[in-house]
Each structure stands twice: as structure tokens, then as C-alpha cells.
């Protein structure tokens, strides 16, 4: 089973910014294209960025403008930068491979934006 591992979330102030982290814990990348998920308190658990093998993007409405994903092939990490955050952005954020039928949810990271 492919179980990644989120971090770097944290509470942020409205307008601030913050940048978490994926790691596949054991391997390299997998062909696979990755997405980026949160979960609020009471919604249900919604795409918010998407990054292909060749780090093609894409994003929720939600968040066009103000997240952005990357890759860093060295670190074999991938990173959703989080700016002009919003309190309707607190959530657990998840990082998984939609097209990989042995994903699994990971425990995710808790990103809070609150004065």
C-alpha cells in the first residue's frame, strides 16, 4: 500500500502563508499523478490541486491565485505552497495518488487560519 506523509501544517493568520509537504515514505515517485486534498470539520474530504509526472498543474477554484504545487525530484517530496490564507482554508490537508489503486489516506496535516 502506497501511504504518503503529510507535513509542515500549522495555525496561520488570515492573509498569511504556509507551505506543507508529501513524502512516499520507502520509494520514489510512482508514475502516478498526485493530488492534493483537505477535509474540513462537517464537509466532505474535496480536490484542491492536482500535479502530474511531468508537474503539470491544476487547482480548485477555491484556491487558483493563491496555491501552488511543485516537486523537488532530489528530495522526492512534493509541496503545496499555501498563500492568502482564509479561514474557510482550515482543514486537514492530504496528499495522495487518485489513479493508484494501492493508495491509502494518510494521517494528514492540520492547517488552522484563525486571528
Known amino acids: 500500500q502506497v501511504q504518503f506523509v503529510e507535513s509542515g501544517g500549522g495555525l496561520v493568520q488570515p492573509g498569511g502563508a504556509l507551505r506543507i509537504s508529501c513524502a512516499p515514505p520507502?520509494?520514489?515517485?510512482?508514475?502516478?499523478?498526485l493530488g492534493w486534498y483537505r477535509q474540513a470539520p462537517g464537509k466532505q474530504r474535496e480536490l484542491v490541486a492536482g500535479?502530474?509526472?511531468?508537474?503539470?498543474?491544476n487547482y480548485a477554484d477555491s484556491v487558483t491565485g493563491r496555491f501552488t504545487s511543485s516537486r523537488d525530484i532530489t528530495k522526492n517530496t512534493v509541496y503545496l505552497k499555501m498563500n492568502r490564507l482564509k479561514p474557510e482554508d482550515t482543514a486537514v490537508y492530504y496528499c495522495?495518488?487518485?489513479?493508484?489503486?494501492?493508495?491509502?489516506w494518510g494521517q494528514g496535516t492540520q492547517v488552522t487560519v484563525s486571528a
Open positions: 495522495n495518488e487518485p489513479d493508484n489503486p494501492c493508495s491509502s
Open positions: 520507502g520509494r520514489i515517485f510512482s508514475i502516478y499523478n
Open positions: 500535479i502530474t509526472r511531468s508537474s503539470i498543474t
